[in-house]
Structure formats: structure tokens, C-alpha cells
């Protein structure tokens, strides 16, 4: 970037120069700091509102971001809960994100690396079966708050079925109470899940039928 600039400076108009951008180091202090300042915000707002600690939940965060994050906030807890991928396949189809054989392949896809970073990096992250979650709650909610340092965790939370956005459009996989049925896999959807994710599945303890 910076030896792009500095021949747009010396006058050499000749070539398009769109990487012609300030030295790197200047980018990385800047993002770093707004970065911790938006922490920051986020961390009064909780303190506003009566709480110690903020938290995050996002289905983007990728296990392998979690080293990052822990070395950028020394304190910090993380909780990676997964669930079969049928389960995810099943709720995306309803939300209408699957709609071809390509959606099933790169969602399988998604879910296998996911799985493989997180067994990677167990040991900087706690995780949670999310049908384990359902069958005992009582024990995996007490582990979840002993490994999150808060105190006991609102079991009435898991009664509520939240899974879209609030609108009237059911033909887009929204609904006026934020929830809609998952629909179910074809047997063609279902086999290729099996032939792309079969191996994977089996290592996260996941039977095949």
C-alpha cells in the first residue's frame, strides 16, 4: 500500500493505483482502538443497566477467533454451543436459506470446519451439546454459569422459541412471533448431508441413522 502512495507522490500518473492507501501501521493502531472503545460502550452500557460483565452472542464467530479474543481480553469467557446439523439444516430450510442442493453443500461445509475449530481449540473454549443442553439443563446451565463467572442462569430463557426476525412475511422465513417450524430435509437433502458430513458427525458424537 505505502509504495503505491509514494509513486502517485512523486508525480506517476501512469497506472491506476488504487492500493495507493496510508502505511499499514497507521490502519492497525486505528482499528485496534476502535475496536477496545467499542468494547468500552458496550461494557458502560451493561454497568448502566446493573451488570458486571457484557457478552456476545453471534452465530459469525468462527472458534479459531476465540485465541484472538482471549489474548485481546485476558478475562474473557467463551461457551461454543453446537447442534446436529440436520437440527441447523432443518431451521435454515425454514428461514428459507436452503433452497438448493449448492446451499446444503456450503452450509455442511461450514459446519464441519466449525466443528473442527472447535475441537481444535477446546481448551480455550467450554463446549456445549445443545441437545445435552435441552435433556439436562440443570447441570449444563450450572456449568455454563460456573465457566461464565455469573450467577445462576434463568431456566425460564429456554421456554421461549425464538429463531427470526419479527415481520409479517412468512414467504421470506419471518414471522409475527419470531418463530418459525423447522421444515424437514428431503431424502435426497438428507443423503447428500450424510455423504458431505457423515465423518464429521461421527466425531461430534452424533449418530447416523
Not at 3 to 24: E, I, K, M, T
Not at 37 to 62: E, M, T
Not at 68 to 90: D, I, K, N, T
Not at 126 to 154: F, T, W
Amino acid at each position: 500500500m505505502e509504495a503505491a502512495a509514494d509513486v502517485l507522490a512523486s508525480g506517476d500518473v501512469s497506472r491506476w493505483c488504487p492500493d495507493a492507501l496510508p502505511a499499514f501501521d497507521g490502519y492497525h493502531r486505528v482499528l485496534l482502538r476502535t475496536f477496545f472503545d467499542l468494547a468500552g460502550v458496550y461494557l458502560a452500557d451493561a454497568k448502566r443497566r446493573g451488570f458486571a460483565r457484557f457478552g456476545s452472542k453471534l452465530p459469525s464467530y468462527a472458534p479459531n477467533h476465540v485465541k484472538v479474543l482471549a489474548q485481546m481480553f485476558p478475562g474473557s469467557r467463551h461457551v461454543f454451543v453446537y447442534r446436529h446439523l440436520e437440527a441447523v439444516l432443518r431451521s435454515y430450510k425454514a428461514r428459507k436459506w436452503v433452497r438448493s442442493p449448492a446451499d446444503i453443500a456450503r452450509i455442511c461445509v461450514e459446519w464441519n470446519q466449525g466443528m473442527n475449530d472447535a475441537r481444535t481449540h477446546a481448551g480455550d473454549l467450554e463446549l456445549v451439546c445443545y441437545e445435552h443442553l435441552l435433556e439436562d439443563p440443570e447441570r449444563h446451565c450450572g456449568r455454563i454459569a460456573e465457566v461464565l463467572g455469573v450467577g445462576p442462569l434463568d431456566r425460564a430463557a429456554f421456554e421461549h422459541k425464538v429463531n427470526t426476525w419479527c415481520a409479517d412475511a412468512p414467504e421470506r422465513g419471518v414471522s409475527l412471533d419470531q418463530y418459525v417450524e423447522p421444515e424437514a430435509l428431503t431424502p435426497r437433502e438428507l443423503a447428500l448431508m450424510r455423504e458431505l458430513s457423515g465423518e464429521a458427525l461421527a466425531l461430534s458424537g452424533y449418530a447416523l441413522e
